[in-house]
């Protein structure tokens, strides 16, 4: 079974740093690209960032370009994500999230998310 | 302002038929995969519909998917109470290089 178990979020204050991290879990992390989504309260799905299986192939939302570092240590089945510049509308639960072969394949399996509120 | 652009709300009675529809340009739907989840109240969005029109093993059939040209729908049949969700369409846009999602779409069984 596919488990994606986010950690990392909390009160932050704005132009502060924050580091999320994902632990993956029932299946072969290094073989699939991998995902950060957000979702403001009350509002829609926001794709933040995604990574390729050997990190060689990274995108980013202009929303966050500049500001977040996507990062994975296979070795550790990990995902993280280091937020930097943190602005009142980075305010979200964010996601990990699963994807297929590559980046812009599909988006398959998602975490219960941690959520980051950016608040003085 | 979502790239794709969905319904906000829809509506039927239960065991009637509902399609979502999601509208989107040649950088993305038109020449990408369209995903499609469900999110219901308080819980992470699941996959229903990968590559326009296959089910992940546990998706009823009730649920199905299609495409033409730049847009894509989602259908769903034999409403139940517990389809009450909001569904989103999501796919690759080649010109922002990145993943793009529709605004949502609510559903009510009335």
């Known amino acids: 079974e596919v488990q994606l178990v986010e950690s990392g979020g909390g009160l932050v204050q704005p132009g502060r740093s924050l580091r999320l991290s994902c632990a993956a879990s029932?299946?072969?992390?290094?073989?699939?690209?991998m995902h950060w989504v957000r979702q403001a309260p009350g509002k829609g799905l926001e794709w933040v960032s995604g990574?390729?299986?050997?990190?060689?192939?990274?995108a980013y939302a202009d929303s966050v370009k500049g500001r977040f570092t996507i990062s994975r240590d296979n070795a550790k089945n990990s995902l993280y994500l280091q937020m930097n510049n943190l602005r009142a509308e980075d305010t979200a639960l964010y996601y990990c999230?699963?994807?297929?072969?590559?980046?812009?394949?599909?988006?398959?399996?998602w975490g219960q998310g941690t959520l980051v509120t950016v608040s003085s | 302002q979502s790239v794709l652009t969905q319904p906000p709300s829809v509506s039927a009675a239960p065991g009637q038929k509902v399609t979502i529809s999601c509208s989107g340009s040649?950088?993305?739907?038109?020449?990408?995969?369209v995903s499609w989840y469900q999110q219901l109240p308080g819980t992470a969005p699941k996959l229903l519909i990968y590559?326009?029109?296959k089910r992940p093993s546990g998706i009823p059939d009730r649920f199905s998917g299609s495409k033409s040209g730049t847009s894509a729908t989602l259908g769903i049949t034999g409403l139940q109470t517990g389809d009450e969700a909001d569904y989103y369409c999501?796919?690759?846009?080649?010109?922002?290089?990145?993943?793009?999602f529709g605004g949502g779409t609510k559903l009510t069984v009335l």
């Open positions: 999230a699963k994807g297929a072969d590559y980046v812009e394949t599909r988006i398959d399996y």
């Open positions: 590559e326009n029109n």
């Open positions: 029932g299946f072969t992390f290094d073989d699939y690209a």
């Open positions: 040649s950088s993305n739907i038109g020449n990408h995969y």
């Open positions: 990574i390729s299986l050997s990190s060689e192939s990274i």
């Open positions: 999501g796919t690759w846009d080649r010109g922002l290089t990145a993943w793009v």
